[in-house]
């Protein structure tokens, strides 16, 4: 460790909060309060007397709350500078305050920035954290409570805005794909289409997967709820207490935001770790850092694949020096199955049950789904595993958006010097492969690709289907009446012929006989 240069960043220190409502040591607090406190154990994690680390801390980013990304506001308020906010707690006065941009991938990308400004000689200290309290925010709503969570701090912020741009078309937001289980599921049904599977098949394969998961969750104490492992048949039947929410995904497949939780990751200078006194042994190195981003849904080639999660794993592993069987540990970020399925068990050839597992939380419908701040419960509980395991290395996978970003990354105790975060080369390789052909006015015979049905309290509400027209171009179309919508639910569509019909904004169609 002496011949480790001193501005080189390494993470010295994470923390975790829950706030479980069913607990006796329920607080009620705000996603502000939960960030705060996990930020507080990071610092304590490290060792350091919390007053050497402190006034070192000049950079702090926050990754974006859901209430800031405007997909779950809180009728309590919020913070309008959450990363000032959370700063404040600490009793931090930063030069610098980041929020980040909407997507899971950014506990990932906000570690390496972190990393990189550390390295510049801009800070001696920076900390990520993220929280969310969704649950606390709908449990004292139900129950006719208020809170007061608006607040206000002096003071900039370098917002990076929301980001959804490139994210969603808007042909497909016209035709309903807007919600992440809507998108999800029209990818999952296009992978089974590609392997042949039925409904019932592919459902046990989704089942099979997951199962280990609630296993790593019943153990972790860190989880949103204190559940119980669950069978591939419990997670995959549909019933009461597991409702169909968008073919082919029941209750138990989605990521729960409910949940009351926070993360943060406290980087240091090695040689401003070495001065506070914080034992290497507790050092945790970056070796591999990649970024990729994917086309806009319908703009992708093969919509049952995941390119710019390969890319970016392949180049962190090839910056790390190191292959999957290498690996000790992982987390897939693991919203739904496919993220899963692409980067792990398609794109790195694991086994579902590899000994070793693929999530060291439990996965985001069991462990928790904390809005965008999941991989940094990640990143924390592979720093402590690795940490137990002297000598090993574990990857972390981020997934963002609609299988639209992803943030690959290599850690390990090993010492290595910053490698930074792969991201242009990679880019330009995955803009350059063709486009498919997209007609927004579809009209003839074609066959569907892929498709869903969302579902309203066990009913059929909503169909979409995306397929090929008989000249190969593409199209995306909502089924034209109750009776095709109900056929879409009763009968496996995938690869059935229909008659399309084009609309002033949509496309519609009506199975061929």
């Known amino acids: 460790m002496s011949t480790i240069p001193d501005r080189t960043p390494v993470i010295v220190g994470v923390g975790q909060v829950v706030d479980r409502i069913e607990a006796g040591d329920y607080r009620a607090l705000s996603a502000a309060d939960l ?8 610092v304590a994690d490290s060792g350091a007397a919390a007053a050497l680390v402190r006034p070192q801390l000049r950079v702090v980013g926050a990754v974006r709350t859901f209430e800031d990304s405007g997909a779950a506001p809180s009728p309590f308020g919020k913070p309008d500078k959450f990363p000032l906010a959370v700063a404040r707690r600490l009793g931090v006065t930063p030069d610098h305050a980041i929020l980040g941009k909407v997507g899971g991938d950014t506990p990932v990308s906000m570690v390496m920035e972190l990393g990189d400004r550390i390295l510049a000689g801009e800070t001696e200290a920076a900390i990520a954290f993220g929280a969310e309290a969704i649950s606390t925010t709908r449990h004292l709503s139900g129950r006719g409570e208020t809170r007061d969570w608006a607040e206000h701090d002096e003071g900039t912020i370098d917002d990076r805005g929301l980001g959804y741009e490139g994210m969603l078309s808007a042909i497909a937001a016209r035709h309903g794909v807007r919600g992440a289980p809507i998108a999800y599921a029209l990818l ?4 089974r289409a590609r392997l042949g599977l039925s409904r019932e098949d592919y459902a ?6 997951f199962a280990p998961f609630t296993q790593v969750a019943a153990a972790n104490p860190w989880s949103c709820s204190a559940s119980a492992a669950m069978t591939a048949e419990q997670i995959a039947t549909p019933g009461e207490r597991n409702r169909t929410v ?3 995904y029941t209750l138990k497949l989605v990521a729960r935001d409910q949940v009351n939780q926070g993360a943060a990751v406290l980087l240091m200078a090695a040689g401003a770790a070495r001065a506070a006194g914080i034992p290497e042994k507790r050092w945790i190195f970056v070796h591999g850092a990649a970024l990729a981003v994917e086309r806009e849904l319908l703009d992708r080639p093969a919509l049952d694949r995941y390119p710019a999660a390969d890319a970016a794993i392949a180049s962190a592993f090839a910056s790390a020096g190191k292959t999957a069987a290498d690996m000790a540990a992982f987390d897939f970020y693991s919203c739904f199955p496919i993220p899963v399925f692409t980067a792990a068990t398609e794109g790195l050839g694991l086994s579902g049950d590899d000994p070793r597992g693929l999530t060291v939380t439990g996965g985001l419908p069991y462990f928790g789904g904390a809005g965008n701040n999941y991989s940094m419960h990640a990143i924390a509980s592979m720093v402590d595993r690795l940490r137990r395991q002297s000598g090993s290395f574990g990857f972390v996978g981020a997934n963002g958006g609609f299988q639209s970003k992803y943030g690959a990354m290599v850690l390990s105790g090993e010492p290595r010097a910053w490698p930074g975060c792969e991201k242009d080369g990679i880019q330009a390789r995955l803009d350059a492969v063709p486009k498919p052909v ?7 015979t074609g066959t569907i690709g892929t498709y869903t049905v969302a579902h309203t309290k066990g009913v059929p509400t909503q169909g979409i289907a995306i397929g090929a027209l ?7 179309a909502n089924p034209a009446d109750a009776a095709t919508l109900a056929r879409m639910a009763e009968t496996d569509p995938l690869g059935a012929r229909v008659t399309l019909t084009a609309g002033e904004k949509t496309n519609t169609f009506v199975f061929a006989e």
């Open 35 to 42: 960030a705060a406190a996990a930020a507080e154990a990071a």
């Open 188 to 191: 999952e049904n296009a992978r």
């Open 204 to 209: 046990r394969e989704m089942g099979r997967l």
């Open 246 to 248: 968008a073919d082919p």
């Open 438 to 444: 997209i007609t927004a006015q579809a009209q003839g």
């Open 470 to 476: 008989a000249g190969g171009t593409r199209f995306i």
